[in-house]
Every structure is written in C-alpha cells, then in structure tokens.
C-alpha cells in the first residue's frame, strides 16, 4: 500500500523554506557580500528537509512500527508523531480496520456425494499491533 502525501509536513517545509528566503533576502539587502544570504538559505533548506521528514500523522485507523536502527522502539499513532529522520524509520503502516478477504468458489462434494459450490468471505481484524508487527 503506498502512503499518501503528509500535507503537514509539506506546509512546515514551505514555511521555513520561504522563512530562510525572506530572511536571505533581508541579509543581502543589508550587505553587498551576498555568500551571508546564500548560506542562510542553504541551512534553511537543510533545516526543511530535516524538519519536514521527521513530522508523520497517522489516520484514527493506522499505527506505525517505528524501528530505531533496526530494532523495534515503539508503536506510533493515531496523531502527530515526530521520528529521528536517520536513525528512526517506519517500515510498516499497520492497518487495524475490519479487512475482508473474498474466496473464490469451489465445487466440492458432501458426504452424501451431492455437488455443491462453496462462496466464501474472511473478515479479520488486527487487534493487537504489536504482536501483528512482530
């Protein structure tokens, strides 16, 4: 399942994005050496990109499995949660909706030898995330 965009985390990124450039643009106003005003927009760009991939939102019905380099930390969710960009990452959205799963139909015989078609539906629900995660 591929995850949808986190539109939260791309308005902070375009907030201090457009912060280091009005502030980049303040800096090279006051001086005719504009490498003070390049730099500044650098670490706000790197502040942005950092700042922005450690911000997740988990919906009512997903949890996240936040490992910390490689070994299980915590479940995260639902909500707002930050995680360590590089040392943290989340290598599964846990689904804990009812989910169904549809048989196709199959002829088999009774036990008195009559044929019949079975048509099945599985409903399932993970109802401890933790123990599903691992």
Request: proline content about 4%.
């Given at each position: 399942?591929?995850?949808?965009?986190n539109?939260?985390?791309?308005?902070?990124?375009?907030?201090?994005?457009?912060?280091?450039?009005?502030?980049?643009?303040?800096?090279?106003?006051?001086?005719?050496?504009?490498?003070?005003?390049?730099?500044?927009?650098?670490?706000?760009?790197l502040?942005?990109?950092?700042?922005?991939?450690?911000?997740?939102?988990?919906?009512?019905?997903?949890?996240a499995?936040?490992?910390?380099?490689?070994?299980?930390?915590?479940?995260?969710?639902?909500?707002?949660?930050?995680?360590?960009?590089?040392?943290?990452?989340?290598?599964?959205?846990?689904?804990?909706?009812?989910?169904?799963?549809?048989?196709?139909t199959?002829?088999?015989?009774?036990?008195?030898?009559?044929?019949?078609?079975?048509?099945?539906?599985?409903?399932?629900?993970?109802?401890?995330?933790?123990?599903?995660?691992?």
């Open positions: 399942m591929m995850r949808k965009i539109y939260f985390s791309t308005l902070i990124f375009f907030v201090i994005v457009g912060t280091g450039i009005g502030l980049a643009f303040i800096l090279s106003g006051l001086s005719e050496d504009i490498t003070g005003s390049v730099w500044t927009g650098i670490i706000f760009s502040l942005a990109i950092i700042v922005s991939s450690a911000i997740k939102v988990a919906n009512q019905w997903e949890r499995v936040v490992l910390r380099l490689g070994h299980f930390r915590v479940l995260r969710g639902p909500g707002l949660f930050l995680i360590i960009p590089v040392i943290d990452t989340i290598p599964y959205w846990i689904d804990i909706r009812v989910i169904t799963t549809t048989f196709r199959e002829k088999t015989l009774t036990k008195d030898t009559v044929p019949v078609d079975v048509d099945a539906v599985l409903f399932w629900k993970v109802i401890n995330p933790q123990k599903a995660a691992l």
